[in-house]
């Protein structure tokens, strides 16, 4: 079986966002299987990896949301999206590809003729973030129409899978994310990461693995968090900060001032591979406001971390059977449990249970979207 993974964002080794590690596991996965399988990028560089072809469109240097619309125009115009889908189909070869996995909704009008899997990455209040509740609306109602020609809607979590259930009507199907546990590992020492990233040995360190968006990842939040410590255990932590991209750069320089002005040791720091990140952290925070999955708290729960998690219905949804998470609903608890963790110096690693590693297990999963892959509407 032969597939085409089509993703906006630019995929790297040193790629930070839950999607882009995301489409990685499932082209890899779907090797392993057999299949044969080319992923598409908007942008960035083209290369090869494990047998797989990571394929650059190249419609500019390096894509984002606003680039997106400034590139192919107004979001609430389906000629928009059949601008889009002209593109796409003008430069990958259809004929080629048995199925075709989507990621953005900017391709819904993509291949309609074709076999077509459409994984759902973004709740209404993430959407919200970069783009209007009008246009969510409006892609929304594009949805249904696609649902009626046959597009299979794919939802990472149990959370929202009888929400999407109720508003498309049909082929909507509940496919938790897995995650392969092999591509967290570093073989780099924890003292040459380190070093080389002018990280404290001496001190705690809790690493929040996301981009740095404010409205929905909240980095700033955890750091008010952070300030409401007293000053002995302010000197006991250090705090990383990744996911810095350039329209970020603002925001960073915001935080910097709070940590300085609130005596907070934090560093801004972009890994040459993440996974330095998850080995050199002695606890994951991952303090979203709101979530459709959340891989970073899958991976660092995966990894046996300690992990803080805001109380949103994905996270505990993810962390149910999982002693390693602890969940807050708010700034107090957030303390609390940071103060709980640091007086008791509370931060060995422990391996996941099996029954909860069996949930996210990265064979099972892959073989519910082969299966889905081969169903006819």
Avoid at 99 to 118: A, E, M, P, T, Y
Avoid at 140 to 168: D, I, T
Avoid at 219 to 243: E, H, N, R
Wanted: hydrophobic share 40%; net charge positive; glycine share 4%.
């Amino acid at each position: 079986m032969r597939w085409a993974i089509i993703n906006p964002w630019t995929i790297s080794s040193k790629s930070i966002g839950g999607t882009e590690r995301y489409v990685k596991d499932l082209a890899y996965a779907l090797k392993t299987k057999r299949c044969e399988v080319d992923v598409y990028m908007l942008s960035g560089d083209s290369y090869v990896d494990k047998g797989i072809n990571f394929i650059s469109l190249n419609i500019c240097d390096e894509i984002d949301e606003y680039k997106l619309k400034a590139i192919f125009g107004d979001m609430l115009s389906e000629a928009t999206y059949d601008k889009v889908a002209q593109f796409l189909e003008s430069k990958i070869d259809a004929a080629k590809y048995d199925v075709f996995q989507l990621n953005s909704h900017l391709f819904l009008k993509c291949w309609q003729n074709k076999n077509r899997i459409f994984t759902i990455h973004s709740n209404r209040a993430e959407f919200c973030v970069t783009s209007s509740l009008k246009e969510f609306e409006f892609q929304v109602e594009m949805m249904k129409r696609q649902a009626s020609l046959g597009m299979k809607f794919v939802v990472p979590s149990k959370s929202y899978f009888q929400h999407w259930k109720r508003v498309l009507k049909r082929n909507v199907f509940s496919i938790p994310h897995a995650i392969d546990v092999s591509r967290l590992k570093c073989s780099i020492p924890k003292r040459e990461i380190e070093k080389t990233y002018g990280l404290d040995s001496r001190k705690i360190k809790f690493i929040l693995p996301s981009r740095l968006e404010p409205v929905q990842k909240r980095p700033k939040y955890f750091l008010k968090a952070c300030a409401g410590l007293d000053d002995v255990k302010k000197s006991k932590i250090q705090t990383i900060l990744t996911g810095i991209d350039v329209q970020y750069e603002k925001y960073a320089t915001e935080l910097k001032v709070f940590a300085i002005a609130k005596k907070l040791d934090v560093k801004f720091v972009k890994f040459e591979d993440i996974n330095e990140g998850f080995k050199v952290g002695d606890c994951i925070v991952v303090p979203s406001k709101s979530e459709t999955f959340g891989y970073s708290a899958l991976e660092g729960l995966s990894l046996g971390k300690v992990t803080i998690l805001s109380k949103i219905p994905t996270f505990e949804e993810i962390s149910q059977q999982n002693d390693q998470a602890h969940l807050f609903s708010n700034l107090k608890e957030l303390t609390n449990i940071l103060i709980e963790l640091i007086d008791e110096n509370r931060f060995e690693e422990k391996k996941p249970s099996k029954k909860w590693q069996e949930g996210y297990d990265i064979n099972l999963w892959i073989e519910k979207y082969i299966n889905l892959s081969k169903q006819t509407f």
